[in-house]
């Protein structure tokens, strides 16, 4: 069974100060990580795509990079409105799903 | 273009009862996939369609079922409500599978079963 742990579960900052979120996971062959935003209420937001060990993307004030067995997910000098809680998910092999991670709830401080 | 639709947004419904619940995909999606959130076990997989076809079902009793029509809509239903399916159910559709790109998701169905 894939395992995909998130950590920390909650994370308090202050505007402006920067940091960083884990996933890490286990499963074999590995095609691809993805990383979602969600608000209270409302479904998972698509926010990024990793396939290989290495890999970078960023948008707005995120970035996602991963290796080998885990994804880091870096939050520069965010905004209340970046304030979600964020999913990591890894496709199960040939299984049709995404298997989640429980998810970092950020709250960020004016 | 229009993002993934699920009807209703709300319900309430009694122990006992049954639900249905209705996902329209982005146009062009032929997988849809359901997925039930609650606080304590997060978002758990519950099956996904692809040109009407059932191709995987997670560990669900058999209460909770779905199914998909032939321009990629989706139902899913759930039998005999008992007060631990009150959760958001929540579709996602993609062209092909979870392999292929990103799932977008739809607001969801917040279920209270009283």
């Known amino acids: 069974e894939d395992q995909v742990t998130q950590s920390p579960e909650a994370l308090r900052l202050q505007e402006g100060e920067s940091s960083s979120l884990n996933c890490s996971y286990t499963?074999?062959?590995?095609?691809?990580l993805f990383w979602y935003r969600q608000d209270p209420g409302k479904g998972p937001e698509f926010l990024f795509t990793l396939y290989s060990a290495g890999e970078e993307k960023e948008k707005e004030r995120l970035k996602a990079t991963l290796t080998k067995k885990e994804s880091f997910l870096h939050i520069t000098a965010p905004k209340p409105e970046d304030s979600a809680t964020y999913l990591c998910a890894v496709p199960a092999p040939g299984d049709y799903k995404l298997s989640f991670g429980a998810g970092t709830t950020v709250t960020v401080r004016a | 273009k229009a993002g993934v639709t699920q009807t209703p947004r709300y319900l309430i419904k009694t122990r006992g009862q049954q639900v249905t619940l209705s996902c329209s995909p982005i146009?062009?999606?032929?997988?849809v996939s359901w997925y039930q959130q609650t606080p304590g076990q997060g978002l758990q997989f519950l099956f996904e369609?692809?040109?009407?076809?059932?191709?995987n079902k997670g560990n669900f009793p058999g209460r909770f079922s779905g199914r998909q029509f032939s321009n990629s809509r989706s139902e899913m239903n759930v039998s005999t409500l008992e007060l631990g399916d009150s959760a958001l159910y929540l579709c996602?559709?993609?062209?092909?599978?979870?392999?292929?790109?990103?799932?977008?998701f739809g607001s969801g169905t917040r279920l209270t079963v009283v």
């Open positions: 369609y692809f040109s009407e076809t059932q191709r």
């Open positions: 996602a559709s993609s062209f092909s599978d979870a392999q292929a790109g990103g799932y977008t």
């Open positions: 499963v074999s062959g590995l095609r691809g």
């Open positions: 146009s062009g999606h032929r997988s």
